[in-house]
């Protein structure tokens, strides 16, 4: 019989569903040594939450998340607000001696994404990012491809991700305030990008060229007042990027590219290999062997549905049966659930101060686009 792990989550709208669900899958699917223990809910509308509450099988609500983040009752917090609503919560339960999940970016700012790694240094509870990317089976595969020395010295990473809801009839939201935000595409699609760039790469970015940024719709109706808002983050945020070890990248994220709905893509290209992933066919990785040479050298199309060949897959169905983007949440609580009772996560987890590493690299590209100039990591600390 596991132990249970006690959770209170904090926010009930798309994040909170899809950590309610992993945090229900879990258990029966990936057999984990812990059991999470759905104790407590915490969001602003109380008559949403009971429902929100019973559909997912959280034991109590509450408005009051300051509660919620002390309760001797609860092991772990999982922060699944808006950005600026990060800091604040995280750093009182790991006051108060909790675990910390927090959704991504680590935070909207760079100075609350201090404060967090700070906070978290100092603490005895653990913490952890949900970039659940990293945990896609072929991501992962890839990320085994690279540590066994198939790609060989990386030379370029190109990223992209694109997507298309944010034209002028999306309303007015958080996600388009500067303030609530912190940035738009940026925050929201960089931030996966540069986790994954550096995840796989496994080197630091230490330089940033040639950022831009535009936005296109200046203001959105307001749901709420039935009048437009001006708008203040970027709609799109392009940027190119040196790596420690010599390697380039290129990154975009856009929230204005049609046909495009969720095409988050990475490709390495190294000396003895590349690998290419898009999420939008999530279960495929491409893989070139240079070795192959010419006459036959190419991409491979390597569907990752081998438990045993393919992380994460053993948790699902039988091989050759697909996966989406819900088991990537799942999959990360899996290892975190392993993680806290020192096993090894099937790849590495992401904690406040990796996760900060990723926020000095979208605080650097900000700071490229507002100056106009190109932006060592080094400045940025
Ligand atoms: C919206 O752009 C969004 O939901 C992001 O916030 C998520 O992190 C990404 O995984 C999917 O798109």
Same mark, same amino acid.
């Given at each position: 019989?596991?132990? /249970? ?22 258990? $029966? ?19 949403? *939450? ?25 092991? *772990?917090?999982?922060? #699944?607000?808006?950005?600026? *609503? ?8 790991? +006051?108060?001696?909790?675990?910390? *999940?927090? %959704? ?28 659940? =990317?990293?945990?896609? $089976? ?5 990320? /085994? ?9 990386? =030379?370029?990473?190109?990223?992209? =991700? ?5 034209? $002028? ?9 500067? %303030?609530?935000?912190?940035?738009? #595409? ?6 996966? &990008? ?32 039935? +009048? ?30 049609? $046909? ?53 897959? +053993? ?10 983007? %819900? ?9 975190? &659930? ?25 605080? #650097? ?11 060592? &990591?080094?400045?940025?600390?």
């Amino acid at each position: 019989m596991s132990q /249970k792990i006690r959770v209170a989550m904090l926010g009930q709208q798309f994040m909170g569903r899809a950590h309610s669900n992993a945090f229900r899958q879990v258990g $029966p699917f990936c057999s984990p040594p812990l059991l999470p223990e759905l104790h407590t809910v915490a969001g602003r509308d109380g008559a949403s *939450l009971t429902e929100f509450a019973a559909r997912f099988g959280w034991a109590n609500t509450t408005t009051d998340w300051r509660t919620a983040v002390v309760d001797p009752e609860v092991d *772990l917090v999982d922060v #699944a607000t808006p950005n600026f *609503l990060h800091r604040e919560p995280s750093v009182a339960a790991l +006051e108060a001696g909790k675990h910390v *999940l927090c %959704e991504k970016p680590l935070a909207g700012s760079f100075e609350d994404a201090r404060a967090m790694r700070d906070a978290a240094a100092a603490a005895a509870g653990r913490t952890f990012v949900w970039f659940n =990317y990293r945990r896609c $089976p072929a991501v992962a595969t890839a990320w /085994k491809l690279a540590r066994e020395g198939r790609l060989g010295r990386i =030379y370029h990473v190109r990223a992209t =991700y694109l997507q298309n809801w944010g034209g $002028p009839q999306t309303p007015m939201s958080w996600r388009f305030d500067r %303030e609530l935000a912190g940035s738009g #595409a940026h925050g929201d699609l960089n931030a996966h &990008l540069i986790d994954l760039a550096r995840f796989l790469v496994g080197e630091p970015i230490t330089e940033i060229h040639g950022a831009t940024s535009r936005r296109w719709v200046e203001s959105r109706l307001d749901g709420a007042t039935g +009048e437009r808002r001006p708008t203040s983050v970027d709609d799109a945020l392009l940027f190119t990027a040196g790596f420690a070890g010599g390697a380039v990248g290129s990154f975009e994220a856009s929230r204005l590219a049609n $046909p495009h709905q969720n095409a988050n893509s990475i490709e390495l290209n190294g000396e003895l290999g590349s690998v290419r992933f898009d999420f939008e066919d999530m279960n495929l990785l491409h893989f070139c062997d240079a070795s192959d040479g010419a006459r036959e050298g190419g991409w491979r199309r390597i569907m990752c549905t081998h438990a045993g060949e393919h992380p994460y897959v +053993e948790h699902w169905w039988p091989d050759a049966h697909l996966i989406g983007y %819900e088991h990537t949440f799942t999959n990360m609580v899996s290892d975190v &659930l392993r993680s806290l009772v020192g096993e090894e996560p099937v790849v590495p987890l992401c904690d406040f101060a990796d996760a900060f590493e990723t926020q000095r690299v979208l605080e #650097a590209a900000l700071r490229a686009v507002d100056e106009r100039r190109a932006v060592m &990591l080094d400045e940025v600390s």
